[in-house]
């Protein structure tokens, strides 16, 4: 298949890559392993809940809401990595590998978020079951999801990988996939560009070429992207 | 038959650079993959060969031993190369999760000769559900390789194109076998897939190249099919392999 006839609408293939509804079984195995002992925290959108100040063993247990993962540079920037949502884990890397790759994890949206012992999980794959299971299945999605990104990052302009966020976004936000799909994304445009590795100009820019193609708008008062997927594009043009 | 393997040494690794490719660990890690009993018999792929096509991605997984092999689309353009990133001994590729839209699919070719071992989903599967050492190293390899990709992905960030090609061309030196005309290692990737790995397009690639030349880093000469690195004191020629014709998925276990 074409790849841009895809963003450009014209495919009848749902463009979606960031197949949340995968994990949505995998919550309720987690929490068959977990029980109800672990601490629960909630939190509101650009809360970081892991940063290298956090302790190694502590990972999480998304419940509910979306939270982005990312690296930060020495610089103060910030590269995007990945999206976390309901029923995945995240966090655990530092001890399981004992390594120095500092991730952050800052909610995007209202979340609920499950404490664990990096250690417990450890334990719980050498005593065999579901939690192996669990994260191999999680990080084999996540491997062949950062191959595809890297790909994306050389084949897709800025405004494709903006157009392909909010997709990925309103999937794990549980938003129903149709032709017009309205998302919530609680951002600002400078937290977005930082996430999308662009200026804010090249951010504003981006998002007039969108709505010229009456592919994306975004209505700022309500925080809330509508996304054109199929056939259906917007005939109007919003700043 | 699945085995024991010792206890995993990963977890005393530490550091910024212990997720960039290198030979020592590589081995190490193939070897304990072959403790655990979970490889296929080693396949044996030619320079060019699929694989697998984005049609039909497995969902088992692959472990590489030997050669490079390379993570494609279909070409953009006639002068934009498909190849977004590369894959090198030791790493996993493969393990399709399944359901996902044509637009994130890629296939995978082998660039050089590959020596490929298949790992089934269903054992893996039967290893975590039993657990022990096996189970936690199955864990452990897939998050180090999720990690190795990240940190690639965040090299572009952190350091300059300059500096990216240097080290890529570091690794592909150490990586590569074949040898061609006087001993130069036979670089298997045309210009423009050099460009597609490091993320810029062909324009870009041709003026950092100048660049690089200027500052006496890189020469190419014998009609630009040869190119020499200088690099600690060390130089590395390169011998650039053009038309590495793309053939059907042929594996042999010779």
Redesign the interface.
């Known amino acids: 298949?074409d790849?841009?006839n895809?963003?450009n609408g014209q495919s009848n293939?749902?463009?979606?890559?960031?197949?949340v509804?995968?994990f949505a079984g995998t919550l309720d195995r987690w929490r068959r392993l977990v029980g109800e002992t672990a601490a629960v925290r909630r939190c509101g959108p650009e809360t970081l809940l892991l940063s290298e100040n956090s302790p190694a063993r502590r990972s999480y247990l998304v419940e509910e809401g979306v939270l982005a993962l990312s690296?930060h540079?020495s610089t103060g920037?910030q590269?995007f990595?990945t999206l976390r949502s309901r029923g995945q884990v995240f966090g655990?890397?530092r001890h399981?590998?004992?390594?120095?790759?500092e991730l952050s994890a800052s909610a995007l949206t209202d979340c609920v978020v499950r404490m664990l012992d990096s250690q417990w999980l450890?334990d719980q794959?050498?005593?065999?079951?579901?939690a192996?299971?669990l994260?191999?299945?999680q990080?084999?999605?996540?491997?062949?999801?950062?191959?595809?990104?890297?790909?994306?990052?050389?084949?897709l302009d800025a405004s494709a990988r903006l157009r392909k966020f909010l997709m990925q976004f309103a999937a794990a936000a549980g938003v129903p996939s149709g032709e017009e799909m309205l998302v919530k994304v609680p951002l600002t445009d400078g937290y977005l560009a930082s996430l999308l590795?662009i200026s804010p100009q090249q951010f504003s820019a981006v998002k007039r070429k969108l709505a010229s193609e009456g592919k994306v708008r975004h209505i700022r008062e309500k925080q809330t992207w509508i996304i054109s997927t199929g056939h259906h594009q917007f005939t109007e043009t919003v700043a | 038959m699945m085995n024991e393997i010792p206890t995993m040494t990963?977890?005393?690794?530490?550091?910024?650079g212990?997720?960039f490719w290198r030979k020592e660990s590589a081995r190490s890690t193939l070897w304990q993959w072959k403790q655990s009993g979970l490889l296929s018999a080693p396949q044996w792929y030619p320079a060019g060969a699929s694989i697998f096509a984005r049609s039909a991605a497995p969902r088992d997984?692959f472990l590489l031993e030997r050669g490079v092999v390379a993570?494609e689309?279909?070409p953009?353009t006639r002068e934009?190369s498909?190849i977004?990133?590369l894959c090198l001994p030791g790493n996993?590729?493969g393990?399709?999760?399944?359901?996902?839209?044509?637009?994130?699919?890629?296939s995978v070719i082998a660039l050089t000769r590959c020596m490929v071992y298949r790992i089934s989903r269903e054992k893996?599967?039967a290893a975590?559900?039993?657990?022990?050492?096996t189970?936690?190293f199955?864990?452990?390899q897939?998050?180090?390789?999720?990690?190795c990709?990240?940190?690639?992905?965040?090299e572009?960030?952190?350091k300059g194109t300059k500096a990216r090609l240097e080290h890529l061309l570091l690794e592909l030196a150490s990586v590569l076998e074949d040898r061609g005309p006087a001993g130069c290692i036979r670089l298997p990737l045309k210009d423009k897939e050099l460009a597609?790995i490091l993320?810029i397009s062909p324009q870009q690639f041709s003026v950092i190249k100048k660049e690089m030349e200027g500052e006496k880093v890189i020469a190419c000469f014998g009609q630009r099919n040869k190119l020499a690195l200088r690099s600690g004191g060390a130089k590395i020629q390169f011998f650039k392999v053009y038309g590495c014709k793309r053939i059907p998925s042929i594996a042999s276990s010779a």
């Not at chain 1, 399981?96 to 790759?101: E, G, M, Q, T, Y």
């Not at chain 1, 794959?125 to 579901?130: E, S």
């Not at chain 1, 996540?142 to 191959?147: F, K, Q």
């Not at chain 2, 897939?142 to 990690?147: A, E, G, P, R, T």
Request: aromatic share 8%; glycine share 12%.
């Open positions: 298949m790849l841009m895809t963003w293939a749902e463009p979606l890559s960031w197949n509804h995968r690296h540079l920037k590269v990595l655990h890397s399981v590998l004992n390594h120095s790759f450890i794959i050498r005593g065999g079951g579901d192996g299971v994260l191999m299945e990080h084999a999605f996540d491997l062949y999801e950062s191959a595809s990104a890297l790909i994306d990052l050389i084949h590795g | 990963l977890s005393s690794q530490t550091g910024p212990v997720f997984a993570f689309r279909d953009v934009k498909g977004g990133a996993l590729f393990h399709y999760p399944g359901g996902l839209a044509d637009d994130s699919l890629h893996m599967l975590l559900q039993k657990g022990g050492e189970a936690l199955i864990v452990c897939y998050l180090h390789n999720l990690l990709a990240r940190a690639r992905a965040t572009s960030s952190t597609g993320g």
